[in-house]
């Protein structure tokens, strides 16, 4: 058991990462915990991809951004726990919360912010005997760097949004890119499929793959072999990687087997309010996770969403606290920081 913090965040995406920097400017001691090794959230599926939608910031990579907000969060020192599942979310008899995680360690708070997005995310797996060792060479759920493709014969599995803008923005610079879908129709942006079909990608409908033919040492996909369903026509393709996009696993196990019954919408959201309340006195929500009427599906959407989040949590600590921080251009906390940064400034010039 650890000693209870005001605020324990649990995910470390976007939102995640800015209600642990506001948290600081309210003087609210803070812990964040996320399953992954790092921190980032879901923009680690897209680190290479420009954004352009985040206020006053020029088109940024995703990777870079993430970089960014996660110094950011760290400006206040928060404590960040990685490579923890939270897997029980309940209160105690002294009405903290107590958030447990898969290694067994509690975790006290006086209140909790759920930041997960929309739940704990796991790419599908290809479902192939032996798959999951190539997982360390050229079988690939996410892309962190295109370059790494370049001149290459890649195949793509899959059908939806993210599958097929991995194949168009792939077919630029590999030398073959090849579609496979199991489907008929692709479940994806009007706007991705036109691409694709006017590129010089290969695609493959009502087909799947239905073995993998490693290299002779036997740690690299050397070819796959796959079967149209309609036709039963079998295909081999050579390929230097594999990428597999089948969509993502959700999981709020821990919010919906909770004794604190958090309303929960569509069965992968919790239902809130737009000053980011849920049902339950203390628990709050930020980011995908949170739904109500008006919300932003917006980077900058869940930057709003964690700040209400935290001023809510402060106002349940101290009610008697001002309503929201002050902005941090008239912020006490940050004049030893900006002299800082205007010396080093100065002294560059």
């Known amino acids: 058991m650890t000693e209870y913090k005001d605020i324990t965040i649990i995910g470390g995406g976007s939102a995640g990462l800015y209600a642990a ?3 600081g400017m309210r003087d609210l001691s803070t812990r964040i915990i996320e399953f992954k090794p790092k921190l980032g959230g879901k923009i680690h599926v897209y680190p290479e991809k420009m954004i352009w939608d985040v206020g006053g910031v020029t088109p940024i ?37 107590v958030v447990t995680t898969n290694t067994g360690q509690e975790y006290l708070s006086r209140t909790v912010i759920l930041a997960t997005g929309g739940g704990i995310v796991e790419p599908v797996k290809l479902d192939i005997e032996g798959a999951e060792r190539f997982e360390v060479s050229n079988l690939h ?14 195949a793509v599995s899959g059908g939806g949004n993210t599958a097929i803008d991995w194949a168009n923005e792939l077919e630029p610079i590999a030398e ?65 990687d594999l990428m597999i996009n089948y969509g993502y696993d959700r ?25 980011s309340e849920t049902n339950i006195d203390g628990l709050y929500a930020a980011g995908d996770i ?20 935290v001023n809510q949590a402060k106002l349940f600590i101290e009610p008697d606290a001002h309503a929201k921080a002050k902005v941090s251009s008239h912020n006490a906390k940050f004049d030893e920081k900006n002299r800082e940064l205007l010396s080093h400034l100065y002294t560059k010039s």
């Open 21 to 23: 920097f506001y948290s």
């Open 176 to 240: 073959e890119v090849s579609l496979i879908y199991r489907g008929e129709d692709f479940k994806a942006m009007e706007a991705y499929v036109a691409n694709l079909e006017l590129s010089s990608a290969n695609i493959y409908k009502n087909t799947t793959i239905e073995k993998i033919i490693a290299n002779e040492e036997g740690h690299r996909v050397k070819a796959i072999l796959t079967r149209n369903q309609k036709t039963g026509e079998e295909i081999l393709f050579e390929v230097d």
């Open 290 to 309: 949170l739904s109500f009427d008006g919300k932003v599906g917006l980077i900058a959407g869940a930057y709003t969403d964690a700040a209400n989040a």
């Open 141 to 154: 759920y996410t892309i962190q760097r295109l370059d790494d493709f370049k001149g290459k014969k890649i």
């Open 251 to 275: 999981e709020l196990k821990f919010i919906k087997e909770s004794s604190l019954n958090v309303e929960l919408v569509r069965e992968f959201f919790v239902k809130g309010t737009a000053k």
């Open 61 to 97: 990579t995703g990777g870079k951004l993430m970089e960014q907000m996660e110094e950011q969060a760290r400006t206040f020192d928060p404590e960040i726990i990685l490579n923890e599942k939270v897997e029980k979310l309940e209160k105690n008899h002294e009405d903290l919360f």
